[in-house]
């Protein structure tokens, strides 16, 4: 009796890749456990395939909120492959955060530049670090950076507006880099917040600002950030009180620890 030949490492990463695709599209309707079961099964398949741990783990982090599974999924999918750019810009995210581990995600990001210079979020990541660390130019040069790889990169532009907006006084320029990402990506609910908040503290514009902010939690509903500037906007400038209550209510619902009188 003949046995049947054992499937090739060849065979058996094309098999991980099937199952990878197949836990892309579960993830796209919604079906965590039928997303997860599939990576699952793509990294049995090919246990030393890095490809099918780092969607693995970006999934955890993406969908379910295991931090420690997907940094540890990153972790094999580099040990796998050293030179796997896009593992070490997504443990450096993952460690930007959600750890608060700044040297270890700027070590991350600046092996994924080195790995891949032409990828626009990993400078747009580490531009966002920078800023937080105060480093305004080179922040800014990394936003720019992005913005002159990827020209279509809405998060690039959100994040340089914000940078104009709040530590350079660039109004105008804050106002059409925020303009520029929405008409890029109508979706993202963080430039119509900025641009919100621009237009409710530096324009005057309350209309303008009311429009942006109820856009902003219309994507992002648990935003609770969004809730609060609103209502402020309401109580100081639109003279709507009960509207005001509701949107500080709905904010410390969100959000406990905002102030309780804002």
């Not at 040990?79 to 070590?107: C, E, F, S, T």
């Not at 990169?153 to 914000?162: H, I, K, Q, S, V």
């Not at 639109?238 to 009188?261: C, E, N, T, V, Y």
């Amino acid at each position: 009796m003949m046995l049947d030949k054992l499937p090739e490492q060849h065979d058996l990463i094309i098999a991980s890749d099937d199952y990878i695709a197949l836990g892309n599209r579960q993830s796209q309707i919604g079906n965590k456990r039928g997303a997860l079961a599939a990576y699952d099964r793509a990294v049995c398949l090919a246990p030393n395939y890095a490809r099918a741990y780092n969607y693995r783990g970006s999934f955890k982090f993406a969908y379910c909120r295991d931090i420690q599974g997907a940094i540890a999924d990153f972790d094999s999918a580099i040990g796998y492959d050293p030179n796997y750019a896009v593992a070490y810009a997504n443990r450096g995210l993952v460690r930007y955060q959600q750890l608060g581990d700044i040297p270890g995600a700027l070590a991350d990001l600046n092996v994924a530049i080195l790995l891949n210079p032409r990828d626009a979020s990993v400078y747009t990541t580490r531009g966002l670090i920078k800023y937080e660390l105060g480093d305004i130019e080179y922040a800014f040069a990394d936003y720019d950076l992005a913005i002159s790889i990827d020209p279509t990169f809405a998060a690039a532009y959100n994040c340089r507006g914000l940078l104009k907006n709040v530590k350079l006084m660039d109004i105008d320029g804050a106002l059409a880099d925020y303009d520029k990402a929405i008409a890029l990506d109508p979706l993202l609910s963080e430039a119509f917040y900025n641009r919100g908040t621009l237009k409710h503290k530096e324009l005057g514009d309350s209309v303008g600002a009311l429009a942006d902010y109820d856009k902003a939690i219309l994507l992002a509903p648990r935003l609770a950030a969004a809730y609060l500037v609103r209502g402020l906007l309401k109580r100081d400038k639109l003279d709507d009180l009960l509207g005001a209550s509701r949107d500080f209510m709905h904010a410390r619902d969100l959000d406990p620890q905002i102030a309780a009188d804002p």
